[in-house]
Every structure is written in structure tokens, then in C-alpha cells.
Antibody
Framework: QVQLQESGPGLVTPSQTLSLTCTVSGGSITTGGYYWTWIRQHPGKGLEWIGF???????YLNPSLKNRGTISVDTSKNQFSLKLRSVTVADTAVYYC?????????????WGRGTLVTVSS | EIVLTQSPGTLSLSPGERAALSCRAS???????LAWYQQKPGQAPRLLIYGASSRATGIPDRFSGSGSGTDFTLTISRLEPEDFAVYYCQQYGYSPRTFGQGTKVEFK
């Protein structure tokens, strides 16, 4: 069955760039209709939708990120990635990648386990 | 952005009891594009309901969703021990997609 796995540094220095990758296994990222999403959860808090990408490269990011974010896809590696520039302590969170079966950032039927990213000097 | 307000913040119940969780939107959600998730400590959220009332694959029928417009409800007909968790609603009718702040269902 399809599984998602986040990877990347667990510690990022303030003002630097946070880079995470989600590897899709057990299925192809180019399967029609699926969109691929990043969501984060601040410690002890609720969930925040970051944005999505389609395998064609069509992407949308939450305006709350103030143009600091980029989502990209590498179909040859069956991966999609998140980059968040100029991070602050407010970006400390568990970052999840997830699958959206309905498109354009709808609901999320499959999630990775999540990876904690701490922003600290 | 659409604000989703969940109530109550915490629900204290016993196994076998019925749970009713509310999610109210700051404006009407188009096409009932509302989902519900369950999250247990240290785990990723799990999709329960989409389209306000459609159960996701593998979700027991004790979970049901209802509502339209601005008012939605997740009902757990008879609580099982594994149902004690935090529940979130999420709208996907408008961008950016937003989540409610969660309702914790705890052991009474």
C-alpha cells in the first residue's frame, strides 16, 4: 500500500532555510488525480495547511507563509519537497506530508508520520 | 479566511456513551466541503469523514457526520476505548484550507 515518509533536518537555525522531502512508496506520485500536500502542527497546537503540488508542477501555497515557501516535485524519485526560507522560532512544528485524493488541497486521506523541526540557534 | 470553531473544547465521557462534536464555520462552506480527522498522541491525523457525511475507507459506522452551511456535527454513536482522542474539522471549500482548533474526547 502507498506510504509517505518525511525526511530532513530536525534542527534549523533562525533565518536559514528549512528543507523537507516526502518520499512516496508503494505507488506513483504521478497517479492521476492525487495532489500532494504539506501540513504542519505547532507543538501542542492545531493544524495548519501549508500548500499542495500536483505531479505536473501546479502548486499553491498558503498566503500566511508570506512568500517564504516553495513546494517542488521530483517524479523520477517519487518525491515532493518543501522549502521554507527565513525561518523563525514560530516555524517550529511537526511537519506532515499528506495525499489529497480530491484535488486542489481538499481533504487528506493518507499521512506521513510527521517530522519535528525545531528552529533554534 | 474561514474560521472553524469547535465545541466543546473537551468532552468527558465513558465508553459506550454517545459523543456529539460541533464545528461551526465563520461563513457557509460551499458544497459541504468539510472533513473530520482523529488524532492520537504522537500520531498523524486520520481521515474519518469527508464531504460532511461520507465515511473514509475503513472507518467504523459508529462514526457519522452531518450538517450543512455553517454548522456541522461529528457523532460517535457508542464510544470505544480507542476513540478517546482529539478530533479536528477542516474545510476545503475556500483557500486557504483551515482546521478547527480541536475537541478532545477524554475518559470521564
Amino acid at each position: 500500500q502507498v506510504q509517505l515518509q518525511e525526511s530532513g533536518p530536525g534542527l534549523v537555525t533562525p533565518s536559514q532555510t528549512l528543507s523537507l522531502t516526502c518520499t512516496v512508496s508503494g505507488g506513483s506520485i504521478t497517479t492521476g488525480g492525487y495532489y500532494w500536500t504539506w501540513i504542519r502542527q505547532h507543538p501542542g497546537k492545531g493544524l495548519e495547511w501549508i500548500g499542495f503540488i500536483y505531479y505536473s508542477g501546479n502548486t499553491y501555497l498558503n498566503p500566511s507563509l508570506k512568500n517564504r515557501g516553495t513546494i517542488s516535485v521530483d517524479t523520477s524519485k517519487n518525491q515532493f519537497s518543501l522549502k521554507l526560507r527565513s525561518v523563525t522560532v514560530a516555524d517550529t512544528a511537526v511537519y506532515y506530508c499528506a495525499r489529497d485524493p480530491h484535488g486542489y488541497g481538499s481533504y487528506f486521506d493518507l499521512w506521513g508520520r510527521g517530522t519535528l523541526v525545531t528552529v533554534s540557534s | 479566511e474561514i474560521v472553524l470553531t469547535q465545541s466543546p473544547g473537551t468532552l468527558s465521557l465513558s465508553p459506550g456513551e454517545r459523543a456529539a462534536l460541533s464545528c461551526r464555520a465563520s461563513q457557509s462552506i460551499t458544497s459541504n466541503y468539510l472533513a473530520w480527522y482523529q488524532q492520537k498522541p504522537g500520531q498523524a491525523p486520520r481521515l474519518l469523514i469527508y464531504g460532511a457525511s461520507s465515511r473514509a475507507t475503513g472507518i467504523p459506522d459508529r462514526f457519522s457526520g452531518s450538517g450543512s452551511g455553517t454548522d456541522f456535527t461529528l457523532t460517535i454513536s457508542r464510544l470505544e476505548p480507542e476513540d478517546f482522542a482529539v478530533y479536528y474539522c477542516q474545510q476545503y471549500g475556500y483557500s486557504p484550507r483551515t482546521f478547527g482548533q480541536g475537541t478532545k474526547v477524554e475518559f470521564k
